[in-house]
């Protein structure tokens, strides 16, 4: 959090009250809600990822563009009074009424030691499996949270990205976990957690294609590249109304559910066999590649790949080092297939808007970028085998 959330220029002297839920959603987001008087009129103001967004507002409801930010981490939930600090253009003062408790030398250790984020407390190696899974799933809950609000307030594409790894990393442990949970739940909170994937999906695509394109733009590849910006500016207008919709709002009812009290079958599997058997089957579908392999052959190992990384973090606090180095080397072996897959996805985008513009200078530039592809998709093809040697020897060593 910024030290001072104020506007540029001398210091203001000034006390506001800071809010969050009662189970401190905003501080495990990162962000800072605060109302305080200015010249007469109550400011509310947020700190959403160094970014101040201010409205005016009275002190029994937060006002509505704030709101509107913050619906992840809130989700229409209560807001109470945490804690009042004076900030002048020295110190950061706690305070009880008029009195000052404690003095601080900044706002960013007055906030972390006054609104600190309510953790639950470690589970213990021996604990039933759901609760290591309830654990897992809560960071990806955290994480939501925490990215959603930066999607609503930039165009940055990180936050994008970082919101679709985390809604993944929860459908697929879902799966991995399967035996813990009901059947019927299970399979329709996993369905939901697709949709909401699939409606951000475009817009991570077009930003991985662009950040891509800007590393070899050049005058004849420019009309794709327009053409590619308008897409992209559709498919964020798309992952925003998907953000702002009913749907959306109900399923983190359902993801918090998930956390604090999921519909189980049976409360203990043995995690470690459940990874191995992602791992197992990771390694089937990387010895079905061939010279002959298609890109969905490819596509098939990557997603094999994200299951395995995704259940081996999940086994790791239970493991130690020899899972951590597995993480880690297949880490870079999805590097790689997801290399590939960038490079047929591009190939599918830039061939797409070249057929709807009908211009040959258009067809010209796209030829020109479909051959940067092909270059990119063999050269990941040619890496492949090497990068999965250090997953296969890990995978050896983590799970004897």
């Known amino acids: 959090m910024a030290d001072d959330m104020s506007s540029n220029g ?32 109550g ?49 950061v003062a706690l305070l009880a009424g008029q009195h000052v408790l404690r003095s601080y030398s900044d706002l960013s250790a007055a906030l972390r030691d006054t609104v600190p984020v309510l953790a639950s407390k470690p589970t213990q190696r021996r604990a039933p499996a759901i609760e290591h899974v309830r654990d897992y799933l809560r960071g990806q809950l955290a994480e939501i949270e925490r990215a959603d609000p930066l999607i ?15 809604v993944r990393r929860t459908r697929s442990i879902l799966r991995t976990t399967r035996a813990l949970y009901e059947e019927d739940w299970l399979a329709s909170l996993r369905a ?47 992952a925003l109304a998907t953000l702002a919709s009913d749907r959306y709002v ?21 995690l470690e066999v459940a990874a191995a058997a992602e791992f197992d089957r990771l390694r089937r579908a990387v010895r079905r590649l061939g010279r002959k392999s298609t890109a969905s052959d490819v596509h ?38 997801g290399a590939h897959q960038d490079a047929v996805v591009a190939a599918e985008r830039i061939r797409a808007v070249a057929d709807r513009s009908k211009s040959v200078e ?17 050269t990941a093809r040619r890496q492949l085998p090497r990068a999965w040697k250090r997953v296969e020897r890990r995978g050896r060593k983590a799970w004897k």
């Open 362 to 378: 258009t067809a010209f530039a796209a030829g020109r970028l479909a051959e940067r592809t092909t270059a990119r998709r063999k």
């Open 152 to 166: 609503r307030s930039s165009i940055d594409p990180e936050p994008v990205h970082d919101f679709r790894v985390a």
């Open 250 to 270: 109900k399923l983190l009812d359902r993801l918090a559910a998930a956390v604090d009290a999921p519909p189980v079958r049976t409360a203990d599997i043995s």
């Open 300 to 337: 098939r190992a990557r997603i094999r790949a994200k299951r395995a990384r995704y259940a081996a973090e999940l086994v790791e606090p239970l493991a130690g080092k020899k899972m951590r180095k597995l993480i880690r080397a297949t880490k870079r072996f999805q590097d790689v297939v």
């Open 192 to 238: 939901e957690l697709q949709w909401l994937a699939g409606e951000l999906a475009p817009a991570r695509d077009l930003d991985v294609l662009l950040e891509q394109l800007s590393k070899e733009s050049d005058p004849e590849t420019a009309p794709v590249v327009k053409l590619l910006e308008t897409e992209r500016r559709r498919a964020r207008k798309r």
């Open 43 to 91: 400011l509310w103001e947020a700190e959403i990822g160094g970014e101040v967004v201010a409205a005016p507002g009275g002190p029994a409801s937060l006002p509505e563009e704030l709101a509107r930010r913050l619906t992840a981490p809130l989700r229409n939930g209560e807001l109470v009074e945490v804690v009042r600090l004076r900030t002048g253009a020295d110190d």
């Open 10 to 41: 001398p210091a203001e002297v000034f006390v506001a009250t800071y809010h969050d839920t009662p189970d401190r959603r905003l501080a495990r987001a990162q962000i800072a809600l605060r109302r305080r008087l200015h010249n007469g009129t």
